[in-house]
């Protein structure tokens, strides 16, 4: 999808594959969180957010830009990059194939340049239902490209983070992509420019490792995984009982490694208060 996202049948198309994929099928759906029934027409209202618990589900890229950005002011970028299959992995390429058709995506990352309340600026978002979010050569690469633009434009960063980490089934080619967005990401930093990194859930493995926690400032949403190995992984190495809500977004803000942890429902005028403090991205 390109151009201006504007219009009505790209939201409706963007809300179907939401629902399709995070939302099973019927009226109504369980809230992890709490185990409520919950219709997808409240959902719908709340940003899929609970309104029993506040669980936030999670949401798809186009989504994601679609309540963050003004309407009217999406222009994707680099929409055309795509993973290949370098090292000829097993089942990887039926693996791609099924998760494009699924997602409509052509990879795990979107990224634009928008505005938000007037204020101009580049965002990205991973979305973990291509792959869980995994980074693959072409996400590092789309990521990296959206860096530049960002800095060449001298406009503010956001970025949305949802990743299970690499892409295994690239090797060392996944791996190589924590550099390459850490190098972008300093040379971004070199002109001054803001970067907002948004942690959502899940943030981990090798993403967590790199740019997701680079950002001048790191917002989290509510319960949000954060981390580079899972819980369980931990715990059975350490062989010891891990904390109550360990490595979640309201533990990591506790211990110094968010800055705050901001509800959907919020996101969206904390960026724009963000943008305004820091007097980046004039008016479009």
Same mark, same amino acid.
């Given at each position: 999808?390109?151009g201006i996202f504007?219009g009505?049948r790209?939201?409706?198309?963007a809300m179907k594959a939401?629902r ?5 099928a019927?009226e109504a759906? /369980? ?6 029934d919950i *219709?997808?027409?409240? &959902? ?7 309104p ?6 999670? $949401?798809?890229a186009y989504?994601?830009? *679609?309540v ?6 999406f222009?994707e970028l680099?929409?055309? $990059?795509t /993973?290949q299959?370098p090292l000829?992995?097993p089942g990887?390429?039926?693996? &791609?194939e099924?998760?494009r058709r ?6 795990a990352a %979107?990224s634009?340049v ?7 600026? %580049?965002?990205?978002?991973l ?8 980074? *693959?050569a072409?996400?590092g ?7 530049e633009?960002a800095?060449?434009s001298r406009?503010?960063?956001i970025?949305f *983070?949802?990743?299970g980490?690499?892409?295994?089934q #690239? ?6 992509q924590m550099?390459?967005t850490?190098?972008a990401l /300093? ?5 001054g420019?803001p970067y ?6 899940p943030t ?11 950002g001048? =400032?790191i &917002?989290? #949403?509510p319960?949000a995984l $954060?981390g580079f /190995?899972?819980p369980r992984?931990?715990?059975q190495t =350490?062989?010891?009982t ?6 979640r977004a309201e533990?990591q803000m #506790?211990h110094g ?11 969206? #005028?904390?960026l724009?208060?963000?943008?305004r403090?820091?007097?980046?991205g004039?008016?479009?």
């Open positions: 999808m390109s504007a009505r790209a939201r409706l198309l939401l399709e994929r995070y939302v099973p019927g759906a /369980a809230c992890p969180g709490c185990g409520q *219709s997808r027409r409240d &959902l719908g209202r709340t940003l899929f957010v609970c029993q618990c506040g669980f936030h589900f999670p $949401i798809g989504y994601r830009l *679609s963050t950005l003004d309407h009217g002011s222009r680099f929409p055309k $990059i /993973a299959d000829s992995f990887y390429r039926e693996k &791609l099924a998760a699924k997602t409509g995506l052509n990879e %979107v634009a928008g505005t938000i309340d007037g204020r101009r600026c %580049v965002a990205g978002v979305d973990s239902r291509f792959l869980l979010g995994s980074m *693959s072409a996400v690469e789309k990521l990296a490209l959206t860096i633009f800095r060449k406009l503010p960063l970025l *983070s949802a990743s980490g690499a892409r295994m #690239e090797g060392i080619l996944s791996l190589m550099a390459k850490s190098a /300093a040379r971004f930093g070199q002109k420019l907002i990194s948004v942690l959502t859930d981990t493995g090798g993403v967590t490792a790199s740019f997701a926690s680079l001048d =400032i &917002l989290a #949403e319960g $954060i /190995a899972g992984v931990i715990q =350490i062989g010891e891990l904390p109550e809500g360990f490595q533990f #506790e490694f968010v800055d705050a942890v901001v509800p959907r429902d919020q996101m969206r #005028e904390t724009s208060r963000l943008l403090l820091h007097g980046k004039g008016p479009g």
